[in-house]
């Protein structure tokens, strides 16, 4: 026996491994009886052609999560022929060659009921720069509004008062701008506020620019705040490291959320690739996505849209500027009597307004 020993030794060491190696084919998280959402910038798409297409069709289909809102899509018209080979998913956006902010959403979990901007008019265009995108959606026959964004970028950490081009000021405006909407337009609807906001929800008040949100703890609560709190190699943008992608929810689902079964994390998508961190940054994005799972329960109070007056619609024009009427499932502006257009598209018989 002994002299069996040391050939038994060197068949060990050279017999492969019996641990398999993970693959973007090992992605999981979404759950048919759960809501799934995630924010994620996609940093340019397709960032690397044709490599970026397969890997991020790879991610988007076996992640299974029913809702994306997505940044930065730069060729929509790739962006549409990729989820368009995606089995049961479809997508949301604003025409254009430039897409900008995006949702993509499993078709046989979520039905949408209208998307559409807010803040177009050049006033809101320091602060929000990009538009911000509202989908109404319901989820086994419950609605639910999201509201994808993607704030300015940079500045020096520090709020500058007297300077309304500060980066940080304009970051903090954002979210004043956005609680104001949802106070006046969806006081009593399940909203959940998602995207690149390009800021820390950490730090203190003092240059807290998320202070709109966090000074109204009963009315908001970010659900990816044990993320920010925790670990920088569980952060979203490990490149710089900061946390920068946010999930923040209304108190209509704090219920849900205190579930025992809810779920938030920041998905590190580059464990799964041969090369790492390296070749997802180079191949995907620089961003991680933060998902979220919630299993719903029904809402004691109606979540029906707000009924709150507007301003008097005068014409329709189609994306042209040319007068036009209401046709379901295409992008339209809506005109109004103070000056205010609405970029919106809605898959109702019916006109939204």
Known sequence: MRNLMPFLLLLTLLSPTVTKAQTLEDLEFGTPATLDVATWNIEWFPKNGTATIDRVKAIVQNLEIDLWGIQEIDDTTAFKSMIEDLDDYDYILMEGWFGGLVYVYNSSQIEVIEAFEIYTESPFWSPLPRSPLILHFSFNGEAFYAINNHFKCCGNGSIDWSDDGDEEMRRREACVLINEYIQEELSDDRVIVL????????????????????????????????????????????????????????????????????????????????????????????????????MVTPLTTSSAPSSTEIAELLQISDLMGRICEYTPNKVLLYHFSDGSVRKHISWSNKAPY
């Open 195 to 294: 995207g690149d906001l390009n800021d820390l929800i950490q730090e203190a008040p003092a240059n807290n620019v998320f202070e709109p949100f966090l000074e109204l703890p009963e009315d908001y609560l970010f659900a990816d705040m044990p993320i920010a709190q925790g670990p920088s190699s569980g952060w979203s943008f490990p490149g710089w490291p900061s946390h920068l992608d946010h999930l923040l929810i209304s108190d209509e689902l704090f219920t849900d959320f205190s579930a025992s079964s809810t779920q938030v994390a920041c998905l590190d998508i580059a464990a799964h690739m041969d090369g790492g961190w390296s070749e997802y940054d180079y191949n995907v994005s620089d961003h991680r996505p933060v998902a979220m799972q919630l």
